[in-house]
């Protein structure tokens, strides 16, 4: 399934006001003037840099919605404040009235970042505006990124293209790589390190990513661990109830379901039975986030067996996905619980994993075969 941040790009940032009223009005100074008034313009930005830099963790800062190909982009914005949080940084909000940036210079952006926070306030120390630029032939192709302090004066300005060192590092320019340069890129200017995110602890934006994937709550999701270990114990005695997968989100396959019988049974990694009516669950595929597709269905099914305990040990609900003419856009999920409805396997195979690219997943037969691969990597 494709992931919706393959859609986004970067903002770029401009620097302060000053800059551009002196440029303007450069022919009516004596042109020495100019120099000291840049110089002390650098040197009142490089120390609201320092005093930034100085809170470290405790330094707040407000993300405005960050542009991908001149649009903004709420959940590329969440994605950069979830990389700052996970690298320490304790207090992120996230701007609900997009910047429009004018077609400007880097100096020209920062400007107008500033003139936009001084017309709407922020109740953090600091904004954040970034854009992912590019266009369809030549992919996503620059960064450009401003932080002002609450009164809209300049602090930092980064500029990044495929010519520069770190964009190189990135490897392939996607929304997710541009976020990660993002955040390498403005880390130490917030006094961010290796120390600070080895301290760091789910917060707001972790809070916010989880609710979009679907994920449960930790308390719900920790005991998985545990109670796998417990089926691997368990088998090859322990009896596995095997549902028909469900196919496209729409039906299920009584073939299938006896074929993943047949080839447990005779790999004796458990013992295998049919469920003797098929299920059709109903979580939806129409969000493009697999993760939330994925939960959905675990949740479904663990409310569905506690409300309908099996005779076997276990019960094994599979989830297929599949486009005979590109193997990339399929999926494999499945999942396992006990009698008493508690997840044993929770698990998601697509085309970033290693198993699903090797058999390459055109055909519900495929998707069998990548299923037994999975449980016996979990059963055994």
Not at 191 to 205: F, I, Q
Not at 259 to 281: I, S, T, Y
């Amino acid at each position: 399934m494709k992931n919706p941040l393959t859609t986004l790009s970067w903002f770029r940032a401009a620097m302060p006001m000053g800059l551009i009223v002196l440029a303007a009005g450069a022919s009516l100074l004596p042109p020495a003037a100019a120099a000291p008034q840049a110089g002390l313009e650098a040197e009142m930005q490089q120390k609201r840099l320092e005093l930034m830099k100085s809170k470290g963790p405790e330094a707040a800062l407000t993300i405005l919605p960050v542009r991908l190909g001149g649009q903004a982009f709420d959940r590329v914005t969440e994605v950069v404040g979830l990389l700052l949080e996970q690298q320490g940084l304790k207090s992120i909000e996230l701007g609900k009235k997009p910047f429009a940036p004018p077609a400007t210079n880097l100096d020209g952006l920062t400007a107008a970042v500033g003139a936009f926070v001084k017309s709407n306030a922020i109740t953090t120390g600091y904004a954040l505006y970034a854009e992912f630029n590019g266009n369809q032939q030549s992919g996503l192709n620059e960064l450009r990124a401003v932080v002002v302090d609450s009164a809209g004066a300049a602090v930092w300005t980064d500029r990044q293209t495929p010519e520069d060192e770190a964009f190189k590092k990135i490897g392939q320019p996607e929304p997710l790589t541009m976020a990660v340069l993002l955040v390498d890129q403005l880390k130490p200017q917030l006094g961010l390190n290796d120390a600070t995110a080895k301290a760091s602890k789910p917060g707001k934006m972790s809070a916010i990513m989880d609710e979009r994937s679907g994920l449960p709550p930790e308390d719900e999701r920790s005991a998985l661990p545990e109670l796998q270990a417990a089926m691997k114990k368990a088998m090859p005695g322990a009896t596995l109830l095997i549902y028909p997968p469900r196919i496209d989100g729409v039906n299920t396959s009584a073939a299938s379901g006896s074929n993943v019988v047949r080839q447990l049974n005779q790999a004796g990694l458990c013992k295998a039975v049919p469920a003797e009516d098929p299920l059709l669950l109903k979580t939806s595929l129409g969000d493009p986030n697999e993760l939330k597709a994925l939960w959905g269905i675990a949740t479904e099914f663990r409310d569905y067996v506690r409300a309908h305990p099996p005779a076997a040990d276990y019960a094994l609900y599979a989830d297929y996905a599949f486009n005979p003419q590109r193997a990339e856009q399929g999926f494999v999920h499945f999942v396992v619980c006990d009698r008493k409805g508690d997840w044993a396997v929770v698990e998601m195979q697509n085309s970033h994993n290693r198993d699903y690219q090797s058999i390459g997943i055109i055909s519900r037969e495929r998707c069998d075969q990548l299923l037994m691969r999975r449980l016996e990597a979990c059963l055994k």
